[in-house]
């Protein structure tokens, strides 16, 4: 955005604030800390929709200021991956927070966020193996770096993430929980379209006729949320049947995993217990879509 358009963003959104530096964002919430007001984080890459609005809702509820982070985080997309084609809209997200009630929009600049000299890496290996991490190895390790300099930054008492990306949430969790950082996490419910998609800023990479099959994935994980509430416990054969399904119903699909884990460990599961996950991603011409439900 040019600086003309920040600063007319400014004079826009004078009741919420724009913050586009480190020092000033840091600034921005320790004064709100020390006058003793709580603060939710809810960290983003923009092109908003109501997942990520759920997530800023549940923020505004809970907490005495909301900060939401607009990061397109390059160290969580590796070389060939969707960076460059990532939907970006500054100025329709900027409105989409303030009428949300958002405190504060934290935009920081890529080379502020990674000087030149950055090398420091946080990983969670373990967690961030399996699933997603298996086709994306890189991933997860520039989620955790990127959140955790955002928790440096805005020091917020509480942070908000979605469980369309549960891996991702339950890698934080184990980040903040390893390292003793006092911060809450807090995970929100998946949001979907009325046809059962999840949403995702990455649908819209979706052509006319992917985007009428993508319901597809959600219906596969609802058959096997049934035959779990019909009595099947076997993994591999639930597994089979989901399979079944989408080789008649999802033919614009690649598959890329599904999987059933243990929700916490992440690990894989012969049987259904209580606390079992299922969940996948597929490729459909340039956007690859996850989904999960619990079992
Ligand atoms: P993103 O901008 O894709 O990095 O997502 C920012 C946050 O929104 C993450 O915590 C996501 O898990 C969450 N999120 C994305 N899509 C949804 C959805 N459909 N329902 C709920 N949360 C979501």
Request: aromatic letters at 6%; hydrophobic letters at 45%; a negative charge.
């Amino acid at each position: 955005m040019s600086v003309f358009l920040y600063r007319q963003t400014i004079l826009l959104y004078l009741d919420m604030q724009i913050l586009t530096s480190i020092s000033e964002a840091t600034t921005c919430c320790n004064a709100w800390r020390q006058a003793g007001q709580s603060i939710a984080l809810v960290p983003t890459m923009g092109y908003y929709h109501q997942g990520h609005e759920s997530l800023m809702r549940f923020a505004r509820e809970k907490a005495d200021k909301v900060v939401v982070s607009l990061f397109v985080n390059p160290t969580q997309f590796a070389p060939g991956e969707d960076l460059a084609a990532y939907p970006r809209d500054i100025e329709r997200d900027s409105a989409i927070v303030k009428e949300l009630g958002v405190d504060a929009l934290f935009i920081p600049e890529v080379d502020a966020m990674y000087t030149a000299a950055h090398e420091t890496i946080v990983a969670v290996p373990g967690l961030s193996r399996p699933l997603c991490g298996i086709s994306r190895p890189t991933h997860f390790q520039g989620v955790c770096t990127v959140v955790l300099k955002l928790f440096m930054i805005l020091c917020p008492h509480m942070a908000v993430f979605g469980e369309k990306d549960r891996q991702q949430l339950a890698i934080i969790q184990r980040m903040v929980t390893d390292l003793n950082i006092p911060v809450k996490i807090c995970g929100r419910p998946i949001v979907r379209e009325d046809d059962g998609l999840a949403l995702s800023s990455r649908n819209v990479y979706l052509s006319p006729e992917e985007r009428v099959q993508a319901p597809e994935i959600y219906k596969g994980l609802c058959m096997a949320q049934n035959l779990v509430q019909k009595g099947e416990r076997n993994a591999a054969r639930i597994q089979s049947s989901v399979l079944e399904m989408w080789a008649q119903t999802l033919s614009l699909g690649r598959l890329d995993y599904l999987t059933i884990v243990d929700a916490a460990s992440l690990v894989a599961q012969d049987n259904i217990t209580d606390n079992t996950l299922m969940a996948c991603a597929v490729r459909m011409g340039k956007a690859r879509l996850i989904d999960n439900v619990l079992l």
